[in-house]
């Protein structure tokens, strides 16, 4: 399928160079917008955001624009879209985790920093700030525009024994994303990180491969890591969020008016999902409980001990993310 339906395949390559003037002009019926992510579970919160902005561009912009959600790396992976959409040409939009801008931008990794942030509450002040808002542009450059942050959820640890004391993880192997920043972060405890794909986890996790992991309650849950565990310890210490993103040349060039409705339905999409999001993920903690699953919980003190004990790993990457940067996000915890 085209990505943009018009008169002429000539017609086509001069409203995607000439601009929004010459679209607008020759645009006869809908843009279609293919929207790529990797989920593939149903009650996921970005299977449901990506669902419910397609539910609703659809709806209210019927004849206009259209857009097509390919779940499940139907299209691409998180790597792949990146590459893809600053091409502009076979994708539109995507939602990659943060942990995967590595080779395009090095400021997401604020994100992937342990302990920075103390509550969802201070990430999204953070995010809705000057400071967020530049982070998610920071790939304009390369092709690529930022639209919004999704939320997945604050990260907890389980392992195969238990973890109440930064010492207790030393000496284990935990799987982390492709972020240089999390395999620093396990380094520091003393733990073996390895890098692994999503969808490789809870084998791994079962046959010995790798003793923990850290996630969201919905993916702990959703995956069933909490079955081949010892338990898990709700350290809040990290954040898996989602960047929508878009081709910068495909967005460019859309006419004035369709961008300011897409971004508004965008806007909508994302308070409405974010707030979901979080709900999901105390709902998957306490199934988990029903299910016989332990979970340990930190007091003040303790989890100081893990603040303290990651303070390096904020020091390694400060000068690539910006002291300006990290003294932001500190400024947003209550």
């Known amino acids: 399928m085209r990505v ?8 086509v390559a001069t409203a995607i160079f000439a601009g929004p003037t010459s679209m607008s002009a020759v645009q006869a019926e809908e843009i279609v917008i293919k929207f790529s992510h990797v989920t593939s579970g149903t009650k996921h919160p970005k299977y449901l955001a990506a669902d419910e902005f397609a539910k609703r561009v659809n709806e209210r912009m019927k004849g206009k624009v259209r857009v097509e959600v390919y779940p499940g790396g139907q299209l691409f992976d998180d790597k792949q ?32 920093l342990p302990f920075l942030f103390d509550n969802m509450e201070a990430v999204n002040s953070f995010q809705e700030s000057e400071h967020g808002k530049a982070i998610l542009n920071s790939m304009s450059e390369k092709g690529i525009l930022g639209l919004a942050y999704w939320h997945n959820g604050l990260k907890q640890m389980s392992a195969n024994k238990p973890l109440v004391a930064p010492g207790d993880a030393e ?24 890098k692994m794909a999503f969808k490789e986890v809870y084998g791994a996790l079962q046959t010995g491969v790798v003793d923990g992991q850290e996630n969201t309650w919905s993916n702990i849950y959703s995956k069933k890591f909490f079955e081949v565990q010892d338990g898990v310890t709700e350290t809040n210490h990290g954040i898996i969020d989602y960047a929508v993103i878009v081709s910068a040349r495909f967005w460019k060039g859309l006419p004035a008016d369709i961008r300011s409705e897409l971004e508004a339905i965008m806007a ?12 999901l993920n105390l709902e998957n903690r306490q199934k988990i409980l029903d299910a016989k699953g332990t979970v340990r919980t930190l007091d003040a003190g303790q989890r100081q001990a893990w603040k303290e004990a990651m303070q390096p790993v904020w020091k390694k990457f400060e000068k690539q993310i910006g002291a300006d940067l990290l003294q932001a996000a500190q400024s947003f915890n209550k």
């Open 268 to 279: 909508e999409v994302t308070a409405d999902r974010n707030g979901l999001a979080r709900k």
């Open 81 to 112: 879209i990146l590459i893809e959409l600053a091409k502009g040409k076979s994708v539109q939009m995507g939602a990659p985790s943060l942990s995967k801008f590595e080779t395009f931008t090095k400021k997401f990794r604020i994100y992937d």
């Open 171 to 194: 000496g284990l192997k935990f799987r982390v994303q492709q972020s240089d920043v999390l395999v620093a972060q396990f380094k520091q405890l003393g733990a073996t990180p390895q």
């Open 4 to 11: 943009l339906k018009l008169l002429t395949a000539a017609a």
